[in-house]
T-cell receptor
């Protein structure tokens, strides 16, 4: 059981380049999330998908787009990368068991924009 | 909205001692709380959770205490081991917000030999 798989693990982009971060989960979870983690600022929600076919903005959506391709996969796209998007990106998912709301996280993508 | 903050960005403890990591939240409507552990280069991992109708919950070597009056929760780690060195996050969920968690900024726990 792989859990949440993110690719790539590391990426360096030049300002203005685009890229897509991939995320897949094999736990049959309905909800999926994209967070970014910056030093001293904790995890900030970029976008989330409560269920297949739906996506919503989180706290810091500017400069990003997402696609919930199917129940397993949720991708994050940077159309024109900026140095301010240098961060560690985490994908997470959660199931719908009543009373439990914890997320399972992937291992992260460390992105540097130069 | 909700904000979640940890009291100390860093904490150092001697191996074998007990560790206490504190967290405060702002929204009295928060009804569910989680502690996560994040080791260097890895994603956060679930440690323990607690619902707002509880004051205390225990796991293996860990205890979470919730004080709703002052909107404070703490994570206690008994007999701290070198493998406990990591960043610890608390997270809170607001009633009715489905499954959106708000995370604190984390406390780096260092276990000294």
């Amino acid at each position: 059981n792989a859990g949440v798989t993110q690719t790539p693990k590391f990426q360096v982009l030049k300002t203005g380049q685009s890229m897509t971060l991939q995320c897949a989960q094999d736990m049959n979870h309905n909800s999926m999330y994209w967070y970014r983690q910056d030093p001293g600022m904790g995890l900030r929600l970029i976008y989330y998908s409560a269920s297949e076919g739906t996506t919503d903005k989180g706290e810091v959506p500017n400069g990003y787009n997402v696609s919930r391709l199917n129940k397993r996969e949720f991708s994050l796209r940077l159309e024109s990368a900026a140095p301010s998007q240098t961060s560690v990106y985490f994908c997470a998912s959660t199931h719908t068991r009543q009373g439990y709301y914890g997320y399972t996280f992937g291992s992260g993508t460390r992105l540097t924009v130069v | 909205g909700e904000s979640v903050g940890l009291h100390l960005p860093t904490l150092s403890v001697q191996e074998g001692d007990n560790s206490i990591i504190n967290c405060a939240y702002s929204n009295s409507a928060s009804d569910y709380f989680i502690w996560y552990k994040q080791e260097s280069g890895k994603g956060p991992q679930f440690i323990i959770d607690i619902r707002s109708n509880m004051d205390k919950r225990q796991g293996q070597r860990v205890t979470v205490l919730l004080n709703k009056t002052v909107k404070h929760l703490s994570l206690q780690i008994a007999a701290t081991q070198p493998g406990d060195s990591a960043v610890y996050f608390c997270a809170a969920k607001k009633t009715g917000s489905a499954r959106q968690l708000t995370f604190g900024s984390g406390t780096q726990l260092t276990v000294l030999p």
